[in-house]
């Protein structure tokens, strides 16, 4: 097994830098390019300098585990460096030549994982809780790895492969009446497992919509204050506001956190008829921008008379705006608002309610497109096992039973499939 190095924070110029090693040969290796020479203490932390041509470089703090007790599993040493990205880099290329490999994206965390440190699912949790953008990302990777959450998946594991090898030594070893098996204890346990994962799939489900985000179109005729609303709700002057009907020509976007939940919204083009062709290209982006939002925010002019652009969508929230000029148009079930004045409580509440705050204890959600379909198909096959067992006929559930188990290894534990974890630790960040 090589000794890897890699820069474990983003290649810039900055306070500090840190710089890991890990390998069989982390200790031999540093010690190097080092002032003073360390040795294997776990736990520990010291003060050293790196040399190069017998001159002092950096002064730097050393981070030192030992084998088995660190992330990786291996000897890992950490550098804390000053943080200019040229001095990293000479200290990066400083290990290689005196025996590491630079790791690639993931490494890290594929050891970790392969030297039976960290479980499949802890390391898509942890890859999600580097790359989320929202307290709901953060909330549900670090449920996802607290110690009750890693202790029920276990037990569920635990459970299936001990159901599993009880029917096998059932039936190539028939004659000992030790491995007789409870038809009605085997059932009830591969119930409860049917409810586990269920409840993980339904709560999976229902957060998965708004998992990656909100978008939100707001969308109406030309001057009903669409810019305005924009500019208010992203607190400056994202989008020109004119009086001029049609300034707005492309779509202009604005990110927001509502109640944890990451939100974009979407500024658009009016709606309406036009020979302009650069117009026409903003209404057909407006269209487009609608058939992929979550939400559509139909605003009018609730102070004169308009007739409401025709549009299709499943959650359409009509808004009046120009309340501050006068109400007289408002139509019924319409929210009521004031871009130009920034009233615009009745819209941000309802808002706030569509994202109400997820009580995330004692939850397990699965976001994962892949993994959530390995969960349906753990589901469905323990459905039809719990369905058509029978009494003395046990063994005929076996097939079902592996795939339930090959399933739920995908998802939670450590799958046999070589490609499938080079694919998956590769989308880690370099470092990791």
């Known amino acids: 097994m090589s000794t890897i190095v890699a820069l474990a924070t983003y290649p810039a110029d900055c306070a500090i830098h840190i710089i890991r090693i890990s390998g069989p040969d982390a200790y031999t290796i540093i010690n190097k390019i080092l002032y003073k020479k360390i040795t294997k203490l776990s736990y520990s932390i010291e003060r050293n300098s790196i040399v190069c041509d017998n001159k002092i470089i950096d002064d730097v703090m050393l981070i030192k585990f030992v084998s088995p007790k660190s992330f990786t599993g291996e000897d890992l040493v950490e550098i804390n460096c000053h943080g200019g990205i040229f001095l990293a880099k000479k200290i990066i290329s400083l290990l290689i030549k005196f025996g590491c490999v630079y790791a690639e994206k993931g490494e890290f965390s594929k050891r970790s994982f392969l030297n ?169 982006k407006a269209n487009k921008c609608i058939k992929n939002s979550d939400y559509v925010i139909l605003l009018y002019d609730g102070s004169s008379k308009n007739e409401l652009p025709k549009i299709k969508h499943n959650n359409i929230i009509y808004v009046a705006n120009k309340n501050d000029i006068n109400k007289n148009y408002i139509l019924k079930d319409s929210l009521s608002i004031s871009a130009k004045t920034g009233d615009w409580k009745e819209l941000l509440t309802i808002l706030k309610n569509e994202f109400k705050k997820i009580d995330f204890n004692d939850k397990k959600i699965i976001v994962g497109n892949n993994d959530l379909l390995h969960l349906k198909k753990s589901l469905v096959s323990l459905k039809h096992i719990i369905s058509s067992m029978k009494k003395n006929q046990i063994d005929m559930i076996l097939y079902d039973l592996h795939l339930v188990y090959d399933n739920f290894v995908n998802i939670f534990d450590k799958p046999n499939d070589e490609d499938f974890i080079n694919k998956m630790f590769a989308n880690f960040c370099l470092g990791k």
């Open 116 to 284: 039976n440190k960290i479980s499949i699912f802890q390391a898509k949790n942890i890859n999600e809780l580097i790359h989320s953008k929202s307290d709901l990302q953060i909330n549900i990777a670090n449920n996802n790895l607290s110690k009750s959450a890693l202790a029920n998946i276990k037990k569920i594991h635990d459970e299936l492969f001990t159901i599993l090898g009880k029917i096998e030594v059932n039936i190539d070893y028939p004659e000992y009446e030790d491995n007789e098996i409870s038809f009605p204890e085997v059932k009830a346990k591969l119930n409860d497992i049917y409810k586990e994962l269920n409840k993980i799939y339904e709560d999976s489900m229902q957060i998965l919509p708004i998992f990656s985000g909100i978008k939100i179109a707001i969308v109406g005729q030309p001057n009903a204050g669409k810019s305005s609303l924009l500019n208010l709700i992203a607190k400056e002057d994202k989008a020109i506001v004119s009086s001029i009907p049609g300034t707005t020509r492309d779509i202009i976007e604005v990110k927001t956190i509502m109640n944890g939940v990451d939100v974009t919204f979407y500024d658009t083009a009016g709606l309406r008829e036009t020979k302009d062709e650069i117009e026409k290209i903003g209404v057909e």
